[in-house]
T-cell receptor, first 113, second 114 residues
Framework: GQQVMQIPQYQHVQEGEDFTTYCNSSTTLSNIQWYKQRPGGHPVFLIQLVKSGEVKKQKRLTFQFGEAKKNSSLHITATQTTDVGTYFCAGTNYGGSQGNLIFGKGTKLSVKP | DAGVIQSPRHEVTEMGQEVTLRCKPISGHNSLFWYRQTMMRGLELLIYFNNNVPIDDSGMPEDRFSAKMPNASFSTLKIQPSEPRDSAVYFC????????????FGPGTRLTVT
């Protein structure tokens, strides 16, 4: 079945350093979403990308969708302690059921002040 | 507005017992999703409903798991009999339709089966 792989599994950074997490799908995706889960919390929607090669920014966060719509990345510039948490990508398969999001296992970010 | 409401927040039970998890979606949302989260397997979609009708239950692990949505404001996920490997955090999420992007997650129920 379809898999969505995320790397790295863990990332430890010093406050102020940049952070990037990568997401790769075994199949072409119709769209990809990103969620953030704080420790002990629940996933919270960040953004959705739909178009091939799409780039979206939210303040210090930059999201990219690959040209082949099989990979995506989230980049955080100058991390802050408030960025701590696990970042998940989630994709929907072309031709698949629209509600069937396949989640990656997430990248857990820790930020040392 | 209240978000997605789940109860109980924590459940500890013995193997073999029946467990019922409850979810109230955001008012006006007509799509509801049940997920399970573990360290080993990550976040897995178990089943989802649209307009109270189950659309895809292919993620339900086995017959011990069942889910219902008797009306637009309530859903249950039942495990009978429970096993230690069912220990996980179970999340419910809702959206205002399958074509809507953002899924709103509830706080989750942390289930421990001993």
């Amino acid at each position: 079945g379809q898999q969505v792989m995320q790397i790295p599994q863990y990332q430890h950074v010093q406050e102020g350093e940049d952070f990037t997490t990568y997401c790769n799908s075994s199949t072409t995706l119709s769209n990809i979403q990103w969620y953030k889960q704080r420790p002990g919390g629940h996933p919270v929607f960040l953004i959705q990308l739909v178009k091939s090669g799409e780039v979206k920014k939210q303040k210090r966060l930059t999201f990219q969708f690959g040209e082949a719509k099989k990979n995506s990345s989230l980049h955080i510039t100058a991390t802050q302690t408030t960025d701590v948490g696990t970042y998940f990508c989630a994709g929907t398969n072309y031709g698949g059921s629209q509600g069937n999001l396949i989640f990656g296992k997430g990248t857990k970010l820790s930020v040392k002040p | 507005d209240a978000g997605v409401i789940q109860s109980p927040r924590h459940e500890v039970t013995e193997m073999g017992q029946e467990v019922t998890l409850r979810c109230k979606p955001i008012s006006g949302h007509n799509s509801l999703f049940w997920y399970r989260q573990t360290m080993m397997r990550g976040l897995e979609l178990l089943i989802y409903f649209n307009n109270n009708v189950p659309i895809d239950d292919s993620g339900m692990p086995e017959d011990r798991f069942s889910a219902k949505m008797p009306n637009a404001s309530f859903s249950t996920l039942k495990i009978q009999p429970s096993e230690p490997r069912d220990s996980a955090v179970y999340f419910c999420a809702s959206t205002a339709g399958l074509a809507v992007v953002e899924q709103y997650f509830g706080p989750g129920t942390r289930l421990t089966v001993t």
